[in-house]
């Protein structure tokens, strides 16, 4: 117990010190002041249980100082040490809230232990007892947050039987809160890539509690109105009532609404958000749709990690992004089928940083690009020959691993990984030649539908006709024409596979210009025409 003596006379303080030592009991002198004034002061700045004061000091007395601290700092005891024995003096200090009234003359070292220990144990009274209404105001308070939840919850679902007692269960939730022309907006926290900039609230359950309550001060704050509440990890709900007033529109008032709400996450908790806000609504049927449009208006926002207020009509999807899909997948299918492995890397390195950066994708279109990707990977694993087993767990659980992560980043790091995975058991499946002759294979893969010579590809390779000749039949076990032939057909093979192209077509967009010529060779390759190739994969 940390105890302040006032008197103005130095001895006594000194004496009182030395007294109290000697009980030998969990008490500290924290500090000494010789009036009133000093000893409020004194408490002010420091951790004080206890004021132990004489009544006549020059400045403010000791009655004064018992009046003052039963106003300002009303957890602190105090003790009269007196040398006056005036009934007046005692009385007025019992009445002003001190807890003895003690005579220096009369003092006992026994007397004044006796003291301490009830003081001290009324101090732990109080302690036990303000501690144990705290827990019963956060269990109260945390029941209530349960109720809820669980409540709306319920609502947003579409449950009829729950809106039908809409505004009585305002009331017992004490909620403001009126079913017409509800407005509700989706609070999406951002989970930081750095974690010297991680929230300044570490523990979940304690993070969440500080959320809500940020979102419905802002709520009250601004309309008087609304609350807040969990609707999965790190996403919110709000809830209010907006309306057009003379000085702000509705929309004006949701914008500044979410504007303060964002402001106040990152200043107290130093959490970036995106908000989505929906349309608003006459009636509480509403809500399930109010709740997809809100969430749809923050989910690209907050799956690239990208603070920001949308609304619902503000956030429709990148356009084009199914032929962005077709055009990416079929240049990586490219680099694989050419055994380009590295080049297919690269291209997917590229094509994630691209996706971030321009934000061109919606999660859904994301995660079914992914899915593409990885499909085709394991695919041409198969087809040169890597062991079913080491690729078929990739393949079942793709598309469950894929929905595990909320963020484009999260995702991205995942493809990554599994690509290099696969690339890497197709790069042992897959024969290995000198650099002059994995140039030259890389420059055919890019441009086998040219009008392509050898000397072409000696240019290409900064070497002679007949030196890559000879080089590239030792290494491949093909001529060049063999090998350009090979890739023709492989590109054919695929076209027609397919469906919808037309023979002479592929010919062309393989590199022969005469039908005849590419009929003839396909079928010495295949043992099948064209025609016949294609109707056979149509049936399968």
């Not at 709000?238 to 996450?265: D, F, I, P, W, Y």
């Not at 995975?421 to 441009?447: N, T």
């Not at 290409?460 to 090998?483: A, P, Q, W």
Request: hydrophobic share 40%; charged share 25%.
């Amino acid at each position: 117990m940390n105890i302040l003596i006032v008197d103005d006379e130095p001895m006594i303080r000194e004496w009182f010190q030395m007294t109290v030592e000697r009980t030998g009991g969990d008490y500290r002198i924290a500090g000494e002041a010789s009036n009133g004034e000093d000893a409020l002061a004194f408490c002010r700045s420091h951790s004080v249980e206890l004021v132990v004061t004489d009544i006549k000091m020059p400045g403010m007395n000791g009655i004064d100082l018992i009046k003052a601290l039963k106003e300002e700092m009303p957890h602190i005891r105090s003790v009269v040490f007196s040398s006056y024995s005036e009934f007046q003096f005692a009385a007025d200090a019992l009445k002003f809230g001190a807890s003895e009234y003690i005579l220096k003359a009369e003092i006992t070292l026994a007397g004044l232990e006796e003291i301490l220990q009830k003081i001290k144990k009324d101090i732990d009274l109080d302690h036990r007892t303000t501690n144990e209404m705290n827990a019963l105001r956060y269990r109260l308070n945390e029941s209530q947050m349960t109720l809820r939840n669980a409540y709306f919850h319920e609502l947003l679902s579409g449950s009829r039987e729950t809106a039908r007692g809409f505004e009585q269960r305002m009331g017992q939730l004490q909620i403001r809160l009126s079913e017409k022309h509800l407005s509700l907006l989706a609070v999406g926290i951002i989970q930081s890539k750095d974690k010297e900039s991680a929230f300044r609230i570490r523990e979940e359950g304690l993070l969440q509690n500080a959320v809500i309550n940020i979102l419905d001060e802002t709520l009250q704050h601004e309309l008087g109105n609304g609350c807040s509440f969990l609707h999965k990890p790190n996403l919110y709900i709000m809830l209010c009532n907006s309306s057009h007033t003379g000085l702000k529109s509705q929309r004006e008032s949701l914008l500044v609404l979410a504007s303060r709400a964002s402001e106040h996450l990152q200043k107290f908790i130093g959490a970036s958000a995106v908000i989505g806000i929906s349309h608003v609504y006459s009636k509480l049927a509403y809500l399930p749709e109010q709740l997809s449009e809100a969430l749809q208006a923050a989910d690209r926002h907050l799956f690239y990690g990208d603070p920001s207020i949308t609304w619902y009509e503000d956030s429709g999807s990148a356009g084009g992004s199914s032929l962005y899909r077709k055009g990416w997948t079929e240049a990586f299918q490219s680099c694989l089928e050419s055994g380009l492995t590295a080049r297919a890397g690269q291209f997917i390195e590229q094509l994630m940083d691209e996706v971030e950066t321009g934000k061109l994708l919606s999660a859904k279109q994301a995660r079914a690009l992914v899915l593409e990707l990885i499909y085709i990977a394991v695919n041409r694993g198969r087809t040169v020959g890597v062991p079913v087993e080491r690729l078929e767990e990739l393949y079942i659980d793709a598309h469950v691993e894929v929905q595990r992560y909320e963020t484009f980043r999260e995702l991205s790091v995942w493809a990554k990984e599994t690509l290099r995975q696969i690339k890497e058991r197709i790069s042992a499946q897959s024969p290995k030649y000198g650099e002059a002759v994995e140039r030259a294979c890389e420059y055919i893969a890019m441009h086998y539908a040219e009008d392509m010579l050898l000397q072409d590809i000696a240019d290409h390779v900064h070497l002679s006709r007949t030196y890559i000749s000879e080089l590239f039949k030792k290494e491949t076990g093909m001529n060049y024409n063999e090998y350009l032939m090979q890739v023709r057909m492989e590109k054919a093979k695929d076209l027609l596979k397919k469906g919808g192209c037309k023979v002479a077509d592929a010919a062309s967009l393989v590199g022969y210009s005469n039908t005849s010529y590419f009929i003839k060779l396909f079928k010495s390759y295949t043992g099948l025409s064209p025609s016949e190739y294609s109707d056979q994969h149509r049936r399968v």
